[in-house]
């Protein structure tokens, strides 16, 4: 089953805060109580075990809108276990591509996550 693991900081240096599974297509409100991560602390994740075609995307505001800003994580081919270490800046390689798509709102704030898996 794979697992996308959250944390406070940049590179996955600060504290570790919730999961999700990516083999599971589904959209999260941060701002509910129930919401398995706080809004607005994760500033990156590590993927382990995440099946390609998965994509992960992680908009600034709980209310989805037309021009919204979002960090998209496309998962290239099988991650056994790798960081992405920023939600705010793009990169790319064989594994995992990191796409900022501009709009209103600043990236990297995190408050709805939708996971798509394939």
Do not use: W
């Not at 794979?2 to 599974?21: M, N």
């Not at 390689?93 to 898996?117: A, N, T």
Request: glycine share 8%; with cysteine.
């Amino acid at each position: 089953m794979g697992v996308i693991r959250f944390y406070e900081g940049p590179e996955a240096t600060q504290h570790y805060i919730g999961k999700l599974s990516s083999d599971l297509s589904q959209t999260y409100d941060l701002s509910l109580v129930s919401a398995p991560i706080p809004n607005e602390e994760a500033l990156s994740c590590t993927l382990i075990e995440v099946q390609p075609g998965t994509k992960i995307k992680l908009f600034n505001s709980h209310r989805p809108s037309e021009d919204e800003g979002y960090t998209e994580i496309i998962v290239r081919s099988y991650v056994e276990n790798k960081c992405v270490p920023y939600f705010n800046v793009g990169s790319s390689d064989e594994q995992v591509e990191v796409k900022i798509h501009k709009g209103k709102g600043e990236p990297g704030k995190v408050s709805r996550i939708e996971v798509h898996s394939n």
